[in-house]
Nanobody
Framework: QVQLVESGGGLVQAGGSLRLSCAAS????????MGWYRQAPGKQRELVGT???????IYADSVKGRFTISRDNAKNTVYLQMNSLNFEDTAVYYC???????????WGQGTQVTVSP
């Protein structure tokens, strides 16, 4: 069974950067799709972006050009590099993994990112 553990969240000033990590234990190689969602207070969880084993990347329009997802299969880890952060990026960020985009997701516990104005 796969487990996901996020790290790297915290408090940052607007314009700053953070890098989130998501380490997977278990059968990492079977997880073709990995990525990130986020949920701000009072809002629905929204997709930030995804990556696949083939290297395909998808980003939400709100983060394009500012966020980058990368994957290190040797370390069983996926990363979310966040630059030019703004207040609207404040949310709990959740890592997820799945065999396919249409498959049930495996979720991490979430990590809080707070951007101060």
């Amino acid at each position: 069974q796969v487990q996901l553990v996020e790290s790297g969240g915290g408090l940052v000033q607007a314009g700053g950067s953070l890098r989130l990590s998501c380490a997977a234990s278990g059968r990492f190689s079977s997880l073709n799709v990995m990525g990130w969602y986020r949920q701000a207070p009072g809002k629905q969880r929204e997709l930030v972006g995804t990556t696949t084993n083939a290297g395909s990347l998808i980003y939400a329009d709100s983060v394009k050009g500012r966020f980058t997802i990368s994957r290190d299969n040797a370390k069983n880890t996926v990363y979310l590099q966040m630059n030019s952060l703004n207040f609207e990026d404040t949310a709990v960020y959740y890592c997820f993994a799945a065999v396919l985009l249409s498959s049930p997701r495996i979720w991490g516990q979430g990590t809080q990112v707070t951007v101060s104005p």
